[in-house]
Antibody
Framework: QLQLWESGSGLVKPSQTLSLTCGVS??????????WGWIRQSPDTGLECLGW???????YYKPSLKSRLVISIDRSKNHFSLILNSVTAADSAVYYC??????????????WGQGARVTVSS | SYDLTQPPSVSVSPGQTASITCSGD??????SSWYQQRPAQSPVLVIH???KRPSGIPERFSASKSGDTATLTISGTQIMDEAEYFC?????????FGSGTKLTVL
């Protein structure tokens, strides 16, 4: 059974870079209707989809984060990554990596990692 | 920005039926999905494409849509169903989640 798991920096200083990686185990990173994405959750903003990257490496970013966000994929290593630059306290959240199903007008998140808590603080 | 509105909380007695609503402009023309999040756990997809249940999700979970309101229904609610439930939709402007409904089973 496919599983996702996040790893990376749990504490980041303001103005620095947040970096997370999502490992995919129990199978390969399939393409077709599936992309690979990131969602974060905080008490203030709830669930927020940051973006995703397709099997072919085409990213989608939430417009308000586009200038600070990079999502990349390495299919040979079965992982994908998130880099968020110039972080502030507002970026503190639990970050989930997810598998994104997209087919026509249907888009949903059918697999979630266990979540990685990230705190932005000096 | 696009918003999905959910009631903050719903209470139900064990064995009874719980209904959680999600409203949004033009939701009738978008697909809705629902997620269950138990305390200290990751969200789990329970409904997608308005009313389809992923494999492994109990049959007591169902959903429907009427106009711009989607409804998640849990029949014969069990103690283990106590959780927060989020609706989600998307269109060209992006992905939106509702603010969540805490379901209390007591």
């Amino acid at each position: 059974q496919l599983q996702l798991w996040e790893s990376g920096s749990g504490l980041v200083k303001p103005s620095q870079t947040l970096s997370l990686t999502c490992g995919v185990s129990g199978g390969s990173m399939s393409g077709g209707v599936y992309s690979w994405g990131w969602i974060r959750q905080s008490p203030d903003t709830g669930l927020e989809c940051l973006g995703w990257i397709s099997h072919g490496g085409i990213p989608y970013y939430k417009p308000s984060l586009k200038s600070r966000l990079v999502i990349s994929i390495d299919r040979s290593k079965n992982h994908f990554s998130l880099i968020l630059n110039s972080v502030t306290a507002a970026d503190s959240a639990v970050y989930y990596c997810v598998r994104v199903f997209r087919d026509g007008y249907d888009l949903h998140f059918d697999l979630w990692g266990q979540g990685a808590r990230v705190t932005v603080s000096s | 920005s696009y918003d999905l509105t959910q009631p903050p909380s719903v209470s139900v007695s064990p064995g009874q039926t719980a209904s959680i609503t999600c409203s949004g402009d033009n939701l009738q023309n978008k697909y809705s999905s629902w997620y269950q999040q138990r305390p200290a756990q990751s969200p789990v997809l329970v409904i997608h494409q308005d009313n389809k249940r992923p494999s492994g999700i109990p049959e007591r979970f169902s959903a429907s849509k009427s106009g711009d309101t989607a409804t998640l229904t849990i029949s014969g609610t069990q103690i283990m169903d106590e959780a927060e439930y989020f609706c989600q939709a998307w269109d060209i402007s992006g992905v939106v989640f509702g603010s969540g409904t805490k379901l209390t089973v007591l």
